[in-house]
């Protein structure tokens, strides 16, 4: 089975914006931006910040590089955003997640995704792909990642009517991951029903 075949959709009303969770590998997406767990100097060694780099070449690391030398460190809210280089999607969104341990973490997280989807809204585009941020070496838990997740996008996509956002992706490697993002999104819309 190839692993972007395990999906699930939420639709999101006024609009029909849509959610989905998917089980695949983000730098293979075909979507306007993949969001990249960075860290606030753009350092791209290991997880996701490493595939994107392998795959995407060293104009994303020039890049990189020279928006931090013009700008500074990264912030949570306001993330950096990059050329593709040789991927599939239009421009790389270098989102910084929080260390776990480090204070406010649920904030924090919330600050990335939301700033990654003004970003998103800000370049006109129609499509995005996050991958799990902080949830790897970040150490930050996968279950309440999941729900930040989710509030966070609907939040986003209730509060925007207008944005040219009609696409959250969230692309998950592993299927303990995909299990428990599955789970606490179920968990939501049910809480969100009424049920």
């Given at each position: 089975?190839?692993?972007d075949d395990i999906k699930t959709?939420?639709?999101?009303?006024?609009?029909?914006?849509?959610?989905?969770?998917?089980?695949?590998?983000?730098?293979?997406?075909?979507?306007?931006?993949?969001?990249?767990?960075?860290?606030?100097?753009?350092?791209?060694?290991?997880?996701?910040?490493?595939?994107?780099?392998?795959?995407?070449?060293?104009?994303?690391?020039?890049?990189?590089?020279?928006?931090?030398?013009?700008?500074?460190?990264?912030?949570?809210?306001?993330?950096?955003?990059?050329?593709?280089?040789?991927?599939?999607?239009?421009?790389?969104?270098?989102?910084?997640g929080p260390v776990w341990g480090?204070?406010?973490?649920?904030?924090?997280?919330?600050?990335?995704?939301?700033?990654?989807?003004?970003?998103?809204?800000?370049?006109?585009?129609?499509?995005?792909?996050?991958?799990?941020?902080?949830?790897?070496?970040?150490?930050?838990?996968?279950?309440?990642?999941?729900?930040?997740?989710?509030?966070?996008?609907?939040?986003?996509?209730?509060?925007?009517?207008?944005?040219?956002?009609?696409?959250?992706?969230?692309?998950?490697?592993?299927?303990?991951?995909?299990?428990?993002?599955?789970?606490?999104?179920?968990?939501?819309?049910?809480?969100?029903?009424?049920?």
């Amino acid at each position: 089975m190839n692993m972007d075949d395990i999906k699930t959709t939420i639709t999101f009303e006024p609009g029909h914006r849509l959610l989905e969770i998917t089980r695949g590998d983000i730098t293979t997406q075909h979507v306007d931006a993949i969001v990249n767990a960075a860290n606030n100097r753009l350092i791209h060694g290991a997880g996701v910040a490493g595939a994107i780099r392998a795959l995407g070449g060293e104009q994303i690391v020039r890049e990189s590089d020279a928006w931090v030398k013009q700008n500074g460190p990264v912030s949570h809210a306001e993330p950096a955003y990059t050329g593709p280089g040789r991927l599939p999607c239009r421009y790389v969104i270098h989102a910084v997640g929080p260390v776990w341990g480090a204070g406010d973490e649920k904030n924090k997280l919330r600050s990335a995704i939301l700033g990654s989807l003004k970003l998103a809204e800000k370049l006109e585009l129609a499509s995005i792909a996050f991958p799990a941020i902080s949830t790897g070496i970040f150490g930050f838990p996968v279950d309440l990642a999941a729900g930040v997740f989710y509030t966070a996008v609907q939040d986003y996509f209730h509060s925007s009517p207008s944005s040219s956002v009609r696409l959250v992706r969230i692309v998950l490697y592993d299927q303990k991951t995909l299990n428990t993002f599955l789970s606490i999104f179920n968990r939501w819309q049910q809480s969100a029903l009424g049920q």
